[in-house]
């Protein structure tokens, strides 16, 4: 399997900030060394950055389905048809297509691409640029375990990677995809409670940054529920549980439980529409 993955030729058609996450993941495992990745995009603006990790850049999708046997789609959702049409020629039975666009389904795919191409659906979320990335895999009707097995051993440096049925995928999207924004709105509320209690902005956001980071350390890795963390930091009468009741007052476990939903909806309705096309 190492030698087979070292020997992998890996294409990227897009260069935006996943890719380069992903890419980046793959280099750092040392399981395919960059002069077999090649990315493609239609310009010269983001591809500089691969070019400097020793990753090979063109301006041509159809060259790197040429060069690739693994080729990740890294494109905007309303990009993926236009960008199928150009390379289905070119997709043979060799190939292993990887789409990481929101609400394009494994059936669009399947009938944008050639008969009997093998597809999966993969979805990561922003911090796989830093490596500590959720990736959820779901392949399609001609995938099968060897290449989920191939993506999971390949994409493991990038964080924690899951595979299962393609309804996941848009929970998915709700829960890790946009699920980092509602983090990332917790945690600027957090620093702005802070600063209104007097402390200073910049050290506030410092402080709120490392309580979340904390804070999701200890949950992946102590092996408990939430709800039994939440219990360790609560004393009877204590400073926590009165924030904790001033929070539920405010319905936030109810506005997160929405907020997750909406995006997976939304994700869903992404997909009906492309159906549609």
């Not at 159809?62 to 289905?88: C, D, G, M, N, T």
């Not at 093998?118 to 995938?143: H, I, K, Q, T």
């Amino acid at each position: 399997m190492v030698r087979d993955l070292y020997e992998l030729k890996i294409g990227f058609i897009g260069a935006g900030n996943m890719a380069f996450g992903i890419a980046q993941g793959i280099i750092a495992s040392g399981k395919v060394p960059a002069w077999n990745i090649i990315v493609s995009a239609p310009t010269m603006n983001n591809l500089p950055r691969f070019k400097d990790k020793g990753v090979s850049i063109t301006l041509s999708n159809p060259e790197v389905l040429q060069r690739s046997r693994l080729v990740f789609l890294a494109v905007k959702p309303h990009i993926i048809p236009e960008v199928l049409q150009e390379i289905s020629g070119l997709v043979s039975g060799d190939h292993i297509i990887v789409s990481m666009a929101a609400g394009i389904t494994l059936q669009t795919l399947e009938q944008l691409l050639p008969s009997g191409s093998r597809v999966v659906r993969m979805m990561p979320n922003l911090p796989c640029v830093l490596l500590e990335g959720a990736v959820l895999l779901s392949c399609g009707s001609c995938s099968g375990q060897e290449d989920e097995v191939l993506l999971k051993s390949l994409l493991g440096a990038c964080g924690a990677v899951d595979s299962g049925p393609e309804p996941w995928i848009d929970a998915h999207v709700g829960l890790s995809g946009s699920g980092v924004a509602f983090v990332y709105v917790m945690a600027e509320a957090l620093a702005d409670g802070a600063v209104k209690m007097g402390m200073p902005s910049a050290l506030a956001r410092r402080m709120a940054a490392q309580t979340v980071l904390g804070a999701g350390a200890l949950l992946r890795d102590s092996g408990k529920l939430p709800a039994e963390l939440r219990a360790e930091v609560c004393t009877p009468g204590g400073t926590t549980i009165h924030g904790l009741h001033a929070l539920e007052k405010g319905g936030f476990r109810a506005a997160v439980l929405d907020a997750v939903e909406a995006a997976t909806q939304r994700a869903q309705e992404m997909g009906r529409q492309q159906k549609m096309l």
